[in-house]
């Protein structure tokens, strides 16, 4: 059972917007047994797109596309299907009255062009939009399925979850597709790939082992397809449990986690909480410890001393180590640690400085220096990197190590 | 002229990595006149490799690909380029000297595969990748140029940079592309469309007319295309100020600029320094403020308050403030936002306090309440706004929301 996913809009071609939905829409499928074939990405053309969905369903069953169904004058999607499907609009009332009691909640007046929203291909089913105006539409035609959905990611989502999904499960009798994911820090791609080599070898057909590598981190996913889910998902805990040791030195985790996760999972298990201090990561591993739901139980606070004065000020480090050694500095990031535990009454802390780029360097300290310290009450370790990308990987880059370590931190701890 | 760009992998058809360089390509293919047609992304199949250059090529003189390059076992694209153009692999004696330079560098022993990473089919000219080990590679066939480079983002960028777009800028002569960009807040799409109906129902056919809305704010886009430069960009400055005038009640910016660049720029033009004091946002202001370059001389620094005990200790907000009113309150983030100021000695400071869900809410502050404060030395606003996406949606929503304001704070003060 294949799928493509089609997205349309000028706007993903010149690069204005980064498309998000596919992967999103790709994740849901796979979990329920949908390998995605191809995805394409078109403008606001319909020869474009009556071309990508005539050839699309030449190899696939199920055809998802998103957006262009806005309320604007851009917006060519639904002309486009009713061209493809031989079909003509009609207004649907379900729709209608969703138009209208949405514009009601919000106190605004109903435009002419909303209410155009209602309108759908006289062919399809529609699935209603719970949390916007335009509506989701399902097609058959020649054995091939496709759905239309709107392009604002949080829209689109709530339809393929509660809409696409299960319908797609009652119209077909689906493969069984299962993943299983592990992430290595500290060792790089083909360092990996050589010590894993023998494994791989030997794996079977429909086994495929993929290597995902971000910043310091290589993830590593089997993935196994079959007919049956049982011998399937023993077959497959087989082969990952082999993997498992084989890696083991590395292992952060054996779940397919983001390090954030990880790091606040392991201090939930152990009832205790994190402060951050940051300088050059200005406030983003606090932002990765917090978009997380219930972080309110591993995270109390941190301060972001961007400037000299706030690391005196907020975090008590002292003047006359920021004249000595500086603020890119062993000393500095040590009593930026201890100035953030004691602040925020916290079990461990975070620290962080250094100089992301792209200007700030010296020779010395050039672009890319940092410093990283953790620390409880009665220990602090440091470390010093070179990251080497630009400024907004580098700051991501920091934050991933950073995390690392309050990882090895808590775990050497309790070994 | 037109591209076409194909990605590589099985991790874009499963959905586990975000697909950013397409965003970057077309970028940057579009700063010098070419247009992007098509995107498509294939898993790591040669039939399905060799398809989709086939298909592509018939439509684009430019196929750019990116993706399985790397040293592993499961990366197929240079066997499928030499089946594609009827070459075979050669070692390229630079590629091999840069291979092993770069091991030299991070001192870790040359790995089998990495070796044959300087391998390349043997009509290729070899673009060289001064940031990672697997080289760019530059196909000529039947008219159309074909460029493979490696999917690691950082690499590619270098590639396209240096290498890619100079190349294409000499091969072809080329069109003009030329957009401009302007973002408004506040409005919804419709209304802001319905607004500017009668402009856009008179555009040539060469200009045309986007609407890209994200959270709160609508970018409007013309692009205009043409043979000669001066007078589309006449034409185009013409169109784009009768579009500013009509919608400059809610103008944020003339520019393609995200808020916290444009709220960047006015504290520095205005040489103020601006200070955060975040709950419910916990340190994504911050993150935002800092991770454009030379933030260090509009931003001060912050206070990520997340526990109550936080808001009162680094903060100073009042314990019976939190008890009376609660966390979630207008009076506390004016206390934030006083605390903070005082603390980083700051011009401006902003305050967030909210419930970001899934969890938190209660009957009277449900998920999505969220108050925020600006405020400088002698003045403070409040506003109570509701967000109503998932977590990290609405993080990123609130964040823009406490932007605009403080905007609007000091535009007022000037005004």
Known sequence: ???????????????????????????????????IKRRVAVGDLKEEILKALSEESRTSQIIIITGGLGPTGDDITKPALCNYFN?????????????????????????????????????CTVLQNKRGTAPGMWFEKDGVVYVSLPGVPHEMEGLMETEVLPKLE?????????????????????????HI????????????????????????????????KEPL????ENRFSALKELVAE???????????????????????FVATAESCTGGYIAHLLTKRSGSSS??????????????????????????????VSEETVIEMANGVLEQMNADYAIATSGVMGPDGGTPEKPVGTVWIAVADRSRVKTIKH?????????????????LNMLRLFIKEQEG
């Open 298 to 327: 591993t995270y109390k606070g941190g301060v972001v001393s961007y400037a000299n004065e706030a690391k005196e000020r907020s975090l008590g480090v002292q003047h006359s180590t920021l004249v000595t050694h500086g603020a």
């Open 87 to 123: 079909a003509s609009l009609i207004v649907n009332e379900d729709t209608l009255q969703n138009v209208k009691a949405i514009f009601r909640k919000i106190n605004r007046p109903v435009a002419e062009q909303n209410l155009k929203q209602a309108e759908v291909p006289d062919n």
């Open 250 to 272: 590395w292992l952060v985790t054996d779940e397919d986690k983001a390090m954030p996760e990880v790091v606040g999972d392991v201090l939930k298990a152990a009832k205790k």
């Open 1 to 35: 059972m294949n799928a493509a996913i089609i997205t349309i809009g000028d706007e993903l071609l010149i690069g204005q917007t980064i498309d998000t939905n596919s992967a999103f829409i790709a994740k849901a499928l796979n979990k329920i047994g949908i390998w």
């Open 386 to 402: 070179f990251v080497r990308f630009n400024r907004e990987k580098n700051i991501e880059v920091t934050a991933q190590y950073a």
């Open 170 to 194: 009652q119209h077909f009798s689906l493969p069984f597709i299962l993943h299983k994911t592990l992430v290595t820090f500290g060792k790089g791609e083909s360092e990996v790939a050589q």
């Open 233 to 236: 998902e023993a077959e497959l």
């Open 197 to 228: 080599a023998a494994l791989e070898a030997v794996l079977p057909s429909h086994i495929k082992l993929a290597y995902l590598p971000a910043y310091g981190m290589v993830k590593l996913r089997l993935t196994a397809k079959g007919a049956a």
